[in-house]
Structures are given as structure tokens and as C-alpha cells.
């Protein structure tokens, strides 16, 4: 595979080299359009040296060297020729050249996935946009829209979202009276994207409308524009749980798309077949995204792809495998931590998921990010027997009721109850409402009383793997664990202890997941620093 890239690298430079002898600037454009992803890493001071060749004005017109606006100022040291033949004032050459040169960085280092590097050229390429605009004010042929665009990028895939939003935001302000207003739409969109993420759906879907309702997309751009709205639909649809989310979901490209919100469309597939209960294929989903896809720690892709394959290990009872993983991974994210909690939960260790919750929520979390770890909070208090807090029902209910409400799919019903039953009546209808829209009663689920004794029996069954095992840990005769496995049949519905274990963890009755075969393999992980 190196062969063939260093191969790739070297054909790309002579193709160049040959245009630049012949001084045909057509095929000068041609060469970089055709080849741009091998020269833009590679060699950038080639192409720099190429375009040379090329009059600015051929530049300012082609769409791909237009938007990589960097390239234009580097060559020309101006604007576009309107900029020049208007009676605006120019930025001087030097700042022009400063920030060509902070935008190429910034988009290099994205692209080779180098966080720090990008993010730091974000930063400075950030500062010096704000710079200019101080020192002589802000002109509709200025290229701050589109450096800001691609700052907010860069702090989005960086996992970096509060600083995304603020680049975006501002793009998208100064685009709409400018001569890149095509940046416009983008920037809603990546915003609509970021707001879904974080669970805030009203955001989301105000964002969205704003980018569909532009008609400011050059035809160079209504592809990527078109996937990050798809995305942004998909997002939306899923977090609420909406009827048509399955069509949202099968509309995406698939997950080896070269896109660079791959790890969006990753995150959404898994998530959506974890919430149809279709555990198998979450997990494949995920483990395929990370066996082809390398991983830098502390990325949005890596706190994305971990904290979903730790649930889908979880769905599929591979908790041994899921113990694994976390000790494979460097820098988690808050997702990956609220994953590590759940899955703490669910084996029992109720100690030291509560340890993780409370600094976790001590810290500055996205909206469903805080939802993720007051539903374990309330799951803990439910194992213990103790009743909710009147503030955590409300804070869970609140954000269930704008709309957050995916996150259920994966809490037991009975802890959805314990959240009901802390409500006053008309909140806990409300909250019934959105929960269960078809109109049913959560206190439907809570008709189901298991005794003491019956609930231990089942904790005890879900830790061995025979009777005499399980009376044996519990220092009770067999007939008395069969009379008590006898009343859980039949309070539960069910014919085998299997069934009834099953039933219970989906009940919330017990916690602890199954024990995993001697064959279970921890995941094949590509996590790089």
C-alpha cells in the first residue's frame, strides 16, 4: 500500500512537471483538479510554483482553485478582478500571503489528520482574520467567510465543537453580504450537524432550514452541501426517533465514503440499528469503521467510533470485550465516558460508575452527552431501591421532551418507570407522551414486583451457570432457588431461565450482562497518536 502511494505521489509531481515545461495553463488546472490529493499534502510548494504559470484571473474563475482561495493569493498576491476593479480597499499583499499560506496549513494538516498541527493554524489563521477586520474593516471580496468556514471544519473534526460553532456562526454572518455566499449554506449545514450532535435539536433543525433554503451552492459544491444536509437530517431524525428515520439513515453514503463526515455517517448507522435492536449489526458496522479507518486520540472520530462500538459491545453481551477496548483507548471523550459508565452499570459495579458520572457532570457536557449520565444516575438509583430526585427526573424529562429521546432505546423500561414515577402527575404525563407515544402507560411495566429473594436468584443465575451454583452463592437449599426461579416464570411470562434472564435485564430488574465465551476477541483497533 506504501508502494503504491509513494507511486501515486511520484506520477501526480511529473504530470505537473510536464505541464510546466509545455506553459500550458489549461493543463496546469487540469493536472492539480485531477490530482489535487496527491500534490496538496505532497507538494504544495510545486503546485505554488506552478500556478505561476497560470494568469490570476483563470484562477479566480475555476471553481476547485476558487474555493481553495489560498492558492489564488499566494499566485496573484490580490483579490479576484472584481475585488481589483471595485473601489474597495485591499488587504496588503503580506496579510494576504499570511493567511494563503495559515489556510493551506490548516487544510493540509486536516486532510494527513494532524489535529494539533491544524488546530493550531485554526487558531492563529483565526486570530488573524480578526486582526484585519479591526484594523480596516470587513469588504464583501474579503476571503473570511471562506477561512472561517474551514476553521469551523477543523474544530469540528477535531472534536472541538464549542470553537466550531463559533467560527461557523460568524462565517455564515459575514457570507451573506459577501461574494462568497456560497459559504453561506455550508456553514448552516455543518452547524445543523454540530447542533444534532450535541442534542440541540431546535438548533438543528432551524440551521438546517436556513442551508435548504439558500440558493447561493455552485454546482461544484451541491454534492458535499447535499451530504451534509443528509446527514444533518439523519442526525435529527434519529435523536428523536422519528418515523422516517430509517429512510434518513438509508439515504447516507455508505461508511467507506471519502467524505470527511464519515465519522458522522458511521456513528449514525451503528446508533440507528443499536436503537432497532439490532445489536449483531451495530457492532459490525463499527468494528469495520475501525479496522479500516485510522483513529487519532482525542478526534471527533475517535470519541464518535469508541463510544458506539462500547455500546454495541454491550448490546451484543460481549462485556468482557467492551472491559477491553476501554483499556485500549487514549484521551476518551465525554461520549466514551458516559460508554465506560453504562458499561459499569450494566456488569454492577455501581461504585465506580457513579465515581465517573459525578466527573462527568461536574464538567461542561453537550445536552446529550449530560442525558447519557443522568439516565445511568437514575438506572443506579433504581438498582439501589432508592427513590429519584425530583431535579434529575425533571432535568432527564426535559430534554426527552425536546425531543432527545433515542437515548431511551437503550435504558431499561424500568428505569424509564422510576423517572415517571418521580414526576408530579401532569409532568409525568408529558413525560409519558413522548416516551410512549402510542399512547400507553408506563406504569403498565411496573405492575411487575419481584421479592427480594426472586430478584437475588436472578443475579445470582446471571453470574453461574447452574442451580447448585447459584444456591450455593447464596447459601439457600436447590428446592428453595427453584421455588423462587418458579415465581419469576411466572410473574414475568416466560418458560426458561434463559428467558427470564433475558427479561429481567430488559425490565432493569437486574443489572449485569452474561458471561462471555472463552472465544471472545477484542476487536481488531488502529488507534494512532
Known amino acids: 500500500m506504501r508502494a503504491m502511494t509513494n507511486r501515486g505521489i511520484a506520477d501526480a509531481l511529473e504530470r505537473l512537471q510536464r505541464a510546466v515545461e509545455a506553459d500550458d495553463p489549461h493543463e496546469i488546472i487540469d493536472v492539480i483538479t485531477a490530482e489535487k490529493w496527491w500534490l496538496l499534502p505532497n507538494h504544495f510548494p510545486a503546485m505554488k510554483a ?21 492558492l489564488i493569493l499566494l499566485t496573484s498576491h490580490s483579490l479576484t478582478p472584481a475585488a481589483r476593479s471595485s473601489g474597495t480597499s485591499q488587504q ?50 474579503d476571503p473570511a467567510p471562506l477561512s472561517l468556514l474551514h476553521i469551523g471544519i477543523t474544530y469540528m473534526l477535531a472534536g472541538q465543537t464549542r470553537e466550531a ?17 456560497f459559504v453561506y449554506p455550508d456553514a448552516c449545514a455543518k452547524l445543523a450537524v454540530i447542533f444534532a450532535l450535541r442534542g ?15 440558493d447561493a451552492v455552485p454546482v461544484f459544491m451541491s454534492e458535499f452541501l447535499d451530504t451534509t444536509q443528509r446527514v444533518a437530517r439523519a ?41 432497532q435492536k439490532r445489536p449483531l449489526e451495530g457492532l459490525d458496522i463499527a468494528e469495520l469503521a475501525f479496522s479500516s479507518r485510522p483513529l487519532v486520540p482525542g478526534s471527533l472520530a475517535a470519541e464518535l467510533l469508541t463510544s458506539v462500538l462500547l455500546d454495541a459491545l454491550l448490546a451484543s453481551d460481549a462485556s468482557e470485550r467492551a472491559c477491553c477496548l476501554i483499556d485500549f483507548v487514549a484521551e476518551p471523550g465525554q461520549r466514551t465516558e458516559v460508554a ?38 437514575a438506572e443506579i438509583a433504581h438498582h439501589r431501591g432508592i427513590p429519584l430526585k425530583l431535579t434529575l427526573a425533571r432535568a432527564v424529562a426535559g430534554q426527552v ?25 401532569d409532568e409525568r404525563a408529558a413525560f409519558e ?93 488502529d488507534i494512532r497518536s
Open 200 to 214: 440541540s435539536l431546535h438548533e438543528a433543525q432551524r440551521m438546517l432550514d436556513e442551508s435548504r433554503k439558500s
Open 235 to 275: 442526525m435529527i431524525a434519529l435523536t428523536r426517533m422519528d418515523h422516517d428515520a430509517g429512510t434518513l439513515v438509508g439515504e447516507l453514503p455508505g461508511i467507506d465514503t471519502l467524505d470527511e463526515l464519515w465519522p458522522f455517517i458511521v456513528f449514525i448507522k451503528a446508533r440507528f440499528a443499536l436503537g
Open 92 to 141: 496588503p499583499a503580506k496579510t494576504l500571503t499570511d493567511t494563503g499560506e495559515l489556510l493551506v496549513e490548516m487544510i493540509v494538516s486536516r486532510v494527513s489528520s494532524d489535529y494539533p498541527t491544524a488546530c493550531s493554524a485554526a487558531k492563529r489563521l483565526a486570530d488573524l482574520t480578526m486582526t484585519n477586520a479591526m484594523a480596516s474593516g470587513y469588504h464583501a471580496e
Open 401 to 425: 421532551l425536546c425531543g432527545s429521546r433515542w437515548l431511551l432505546t437503550q435504558t431499561p423500561s424500568a428505569v424509564i418507570v422510576h423517572i415517571a414515577d418521580a414526576l408530579p402527575p
Open 165 to 181: 460553532i463559533r467560527a461557523l456562526l460568524w462565517a455564515k454572518d459575514l457570507a451573506s453580504e459577501s461574494s462568497y455566499a
Open 433 to 525: 407522551r413522548a416516551v410512549l407515544p402510542d399512547g400507553s402507560d408506563t406504569s403498565k411495566a411496573s405492575r411487575i414486583q419481584l421479592t427480594r429473594g426472586e430478584t437475588s436468584v436472578l443475579q445470582a443465575l446471571s453470574r453461574t451457570s447452574t442451580l447448585d451454583s447459584a444456591a450455593a452463592a447464596l447459601h439457600l437449599s436447590r428446592n428453595t432457588v427453584k421455588t423462587h426461579l418458579s415465581a419469576v416464570y411466572r410473574k414475568l411470562g416466560v418458560n426458561s431461565k434463559d428467558d427470564a434472564l433475558q427479561k429481567a435485564r430488559q425490565l432493569g430488574i437486574i443489572s449485569g450482562m452474561p458471561n462471555d465465551g472463552p472465544d471472545q476477541r477484542v476487536p481488531h483497533l
Open 340 to 377: 465506560r459508565a453504562r458499561l459499569l452499570v450494566r456488569v454492577g459495579n455501581h461504585d465506580d460508575a457513579e465515581f465517573v458520572l459525578q466527573d462527568l457532570l461536574n464538567s461542561d457536557l453537550d445536552p446529550t452527552v449530560r442525558l447519557g449520565a443522568q439516565l445511568l444516575e
Open 50 to 70: 506552478a500556478l505561476a504559470h497560470v494568469p490570476a484571473s483563470m484562477i479566480a474563475e475555476h471553481p476547485l482553485l476558487r474555493i481553495a482561495q489560498p
